[in-house]
């Protein structure tokens, strides 16, 4: 049984988008790896820091003479949204997010709030109550902004959130806002060190509501609970 000292009472659920409630890795890096190739990248260099950041950010990171990072990544966004083959769910994700309260959790990525939609929509997952997207904050992940504004639109602040992420880029941003962080190893091709509980996906995560109606998140192997408050 968990003791009282590992239970954590909490507000709101905020997660990550790509590689923490669905895989975009295989379409991401197929339309990625063409513009890095044209622009006589290494590729296979180049698609390890594409994850977690927006793409203008990506770009502009880059340097690259005559490139206008804000056109090019609008280009790349327009064929993100237009290409979706290979876009799942990340295993047992749908129902998790269909467990929760609708008006205590969130979606927060650094994708741009149209592709962030249609990538939800290819996954077959539920339309989140709030959506934060990458216009909507002025500094992307790692700085806390956006799981900031997701606490304080769902009308808590991050100390009383969990953030469930996958990216060292979305961990950091979460941490700097004060927030639990949960990480999702689904997606990821080495062990990422990280002083935060973690599961490889949503079977690992047991949800119970208590006999008052709040709700219990417990994941598999962890020596943390989240009681979730409703109502």
Same mark, same amino acid.
């Given at each position: 049984?968990?003791? $009282?000292?590992?239970?954590?009472? !909490? ?9 923490? !409630? ?6 991401? $890096?197929?339309? %990625?790896?063409? %513009? ?14 594409? +994850?977690?950041? /927006? ?16 056109? @090019?990544?609008?280009?790349?966004? /327009? ?25 205590? &959790? ?10 962030? /939609? ?19 904050? $002025? ?6 902004? #956006?799981?900031?504004? *997701? ?5 808590? =602040?991050?100390?009383? #959130?969990?953030?469930? @992420?996958?990216?060292?880029?979305? !961990? ?11 990480? !999702?190893?689904? =997606? +990821?091709? +080495? =062990?990422?060190?990280?002083? +935060? ?8 995560? /047991?949800? $119970? *509501? ?5 709700? &219990? ?15």
């Amino acid at each position: 049984m968990t003791s $009282e000292a590992e239970i954590h009472s !909490i507000d709101a659920v905020l997660l990550d988008m790509d590689g923490t !409630i669905l895989n975009s890795i295989a379409t991401a $890096e197929r339309i %990625w790896g063409r %513009w890095a190739a044209g622009q006589g990248l290494d590729v296979d260099a180049f698609l390890k820091t594409i +994850h977690g950041v /927006q793409s203008v950010e990506t770009i502009r990171r880059l340097g690259l003479p005559g490139v206008d990072p804000v056109t @090019e990544a609008a280009r790349i966004t /327009q064929a993100e949204i237009d290409d979706v083959d290979g876009i799942e769910a990340i295993a047992g994700s749908a129902a998790f997010l269909s467990s929760l309260p609708g008006a205590q &959790w969130a979606v927060v990525t650094s994708a741009p709030r149209a592709l962030a /939609q249609r990538r939800i929509a290819a996954a077959g997952l539920p339309n989140p109550p709030i959506l934060i997207a990458a216009e909507d904050v $002025e500094h992307g992940k790692p700085a806390p902004d #956006c799981f900031l504004l *997701a606490a304080r639109q769902l009308g808590t =602040t991050a100390e009383r #959130c969990l953030v469930l @992420e996958d990216s060292a880029a979305g !961990i950091l941003a979460a941490e700097r806002a004060g927030a639990l962080v949960l990480v !999702i190893t689904a =997606t +990821h091709t +080495h =062990t990422v060190e990280t002083p +935060h509980p973690a599961i490889r996906d949503y079977s690992a995560l /047991q949800v $119970e *509501a208590a006999d008052d109606g709040e709700l &219990w998140i417990r994941p598999d192997g962890a020596s943390q609970s989240y009681r979730l408050r409703t109502g």
